[in-house]
């Protein structure tokens, strides 16, 4: 090959890589938000849905006329702990039925859209919604935040112009939710009940490294562990990782994914953007010199917290310190870096790689 055509095939490879991260990082990925992204993955298209086909059993659907790209992301294994950033039960909800009354309109006014809400949760026999009450009114903004973020609406000042067809696209499940009973039927998957044992192992392997911070030998089956520790299943998992543009670390307790660029990250730690990571710092510290309760866990914020008081002041009233330790416990388990079981906080063994960081 000419040295123009490896430079070719390079590029390619760099861009697949890259593409596949986007993705991930971001798996409703709109034109409007990040133009040399979409431009990249609409470019790419093929290779990249390659690539998540076979190493993930993923879709991605690539609507160049619509200006967006979306990665179907289903698991058998639902993860409470990881919401969108924010989000509790009352925003979901909120999000239910603001979706609802936005695919039925293409433009509506945002005290109007508050108003059907409110309608629709009081037939639905749901907790009430009262847009005069500023704790509703903040979750409520934040939820049409989320859906600008991901391009389903854009707005003014006052008004809402939707997209349904992004709407749509925001639930990522293999059957429709109307015609199951539960989030485990939701997320069930018919293609691998007549499929060969190895495609499962393939998929569910990579999902798990991919798609966690950290993946502990513990927390697989055998026949995932039989997968990685055999010749062929280790040469698979290394290509599809090496494709991506990432590297595969392997400790004696389990598998780490690097992405030396972050690119595939939706969010970092160790890093001080947020009082919730600092307080996970401490805690890990603490975490180091043994198992905690979470009430030793909350002493420790209150002294932080005691000390520096100007620091965190949304957490300085009563009851601040509790809820800024869980916060911070939250970060731990959703990083893959501390368990809590019987209200025992354990520290997990690649906390010792961020300590490594840390300091």
């Not at 025992?344 to 490594?356: G, H, K, N, S, W």
Request: glycine share 6%; with cysteine; aromatic share 6%.
């Amino acid at each position: 090959m000419s040295r123009i055509g490896n430079q070719l095939a390079r590029l390619e490879s760099e861009e697949v890589a890259r593409g596949v991260r986007l993705l991930l990082a971001r798996p409703l990925l709109a034109a409007v938000h990040d133009p040399d992204g979409f431009d990249l993955v609409r470019r790419r298209r093929e290779p990249i849905v390659k690539w998540f086909d076979y190493y993930c059993g993923w879709r991605v659907h690539v609507e160049p006329r619509a200006g967006y790209a979306r990665l179907v992301k289903t698991t058998q294994r639902p993860d409470r702990t990881r919401p969108a950033p924010g989000f509790d039960r009352r925003r979901y909800v909120l999000l239910c039925l603001a979706c609802a009354e936005l695919l039925g309109t293409t433009a509506v006014a945002v005290d109007v859209l508050a108003e059907r809400v409110q309608q629709a949760a009081r037939a639905e026999g749901l907790p009430p919604f009262d847009p005069s009450r500023r704790a509703d009114r903040v979750a409520f903004a934040e939820v049409l935040v989320f859906l600008e973020q991901q391009g389903a609406v854009e707005s003014d000042e006052t008004r809402l112009r939707a997209d349904p067809v992004i709407i749509t696209r925001l639930l990522a499940a293999p059957v429709s939710p109307s015609t199951v009973d539960s989030v485990e039927d939701l997320t069930h998957e018919v293609r691998y009940e007549s499929a060969h044992r190895s495609l499962w192992q393939r998929h569910s392997v990579m999902r798990r490294l991919i798609d966690d911070p950290v993946v502990y030998r513990d927390d697989l089956t055998a026949s995932q562990l039989a997968f990685l520790a055999s010749p062929s299943g280790r040469k698979i998992v290394q290509t599809g990782v090496g494709l991506a543009g990432c590297t595969l670390e392997e400790r004696a307790e389990g598998f780490l994914v690097v992405d030396p660029d972050a690119i595939a990250t939706d969010t970092r730690f160790p890093d001080d953007d947020s009082h919730a990571k600092v307080a996970a710092l401490l805690l890990l510290d603490r975490l180091a010199r043994g198992p905690a309760t979470t009430e030793d866990l909350a002493e420790e914020i209150r002294e932080l917290l005691t000390k520096f008081r100007n620091w965190a002041k949304a957490y300085q009233s009563d009851g601040g310190a509790g809820r800024l330790a869980a916060d911070g416990l939250a970060l731990l388990e959703a990083f893959g870096l501390a368990r809590t079981e019987n209200g025992t906080v354990r520290r997990l063994p690649a906390a010792a790689r961020y300590e490594e960081l840390h300091d």
